[in-house]
């Protein structure tokens, strides 16, 4: 891997006086340019070049073209447009799919109320119960104080 060259104090005296020229250089950075200037006669030389381009480009009037240029237009693509639209289709689907199936579970189950008594060894029962309807065997019922309980 190649290590980049640190710039020199020369390379940023000219960048900074680039930017001089731009109105783009903050206050220090112009100290360190006009500190640097002082002590080297190339880069002064280079910033009064820059500068004297960038007067004479500033008070040239502005060409007119010749003849008329015409810039022709692109193509609109309308392959994009139709999968979108499908795409967009099918997200709304899929969401009130979601919608309508989330309201039509939550009116057709009935949840019992939570028990009140409920030891830590009635929780894990109850998991197991909860195990055994999922995996299609039918519920067991347990007995509760004096009345059972369909889990």
């Keep these: ?6 710039p020199t104090d020369c390379a940023r005296a000219r960048e900074s006086a680039s930017a001089r020229l731009d109105g ?5 950075q112009a100290a360190r340019l006009e500190a640097h200037l002082s002590s080297c006669p190339e880069c ?13 480009l500033s008070a ?3 060409a007119q073209p010749g003849e008329a240029v015409f810039v ?11 999968a979108a639209a499908a795409a967009a289709f099918i997200v709304a689907v899929a969401g009130s799919s979601f919608a309508v ?8 189950s009935h949840v019992p109320p939570p028990a009140t008594t409920a030891t830590s060894a009635l929780a894990g029962s109850i998991d197991q119960q ?4 999922v995996r299609g065997q039918p519920p067991k019922t347990i007995q509760l104080t004096s009345r059972a309980v369909a889990i």
């Design 101 to 108: 199936g989330g309201m039509l579970g939550s009116q057709g």
């Design 130 to 133: 909860a195990l055994t309807m």
């Design 1 to 6: 891997m190649l290590t980049p060259i640190p």
């Design 60 to 62: 040239a009037p502005l």
């Design 24 to 28: 783009e250089l903050v206050e220090l």
């Design 44 to 56: 002064r030389a280079y910033a009064a070049g820059i500068g004297e381009i960038t007067r004479q």
């Design 72 to 82: 022709p237009q692109r193509l609109r693509r309308t392959g994009f447009v139709p």
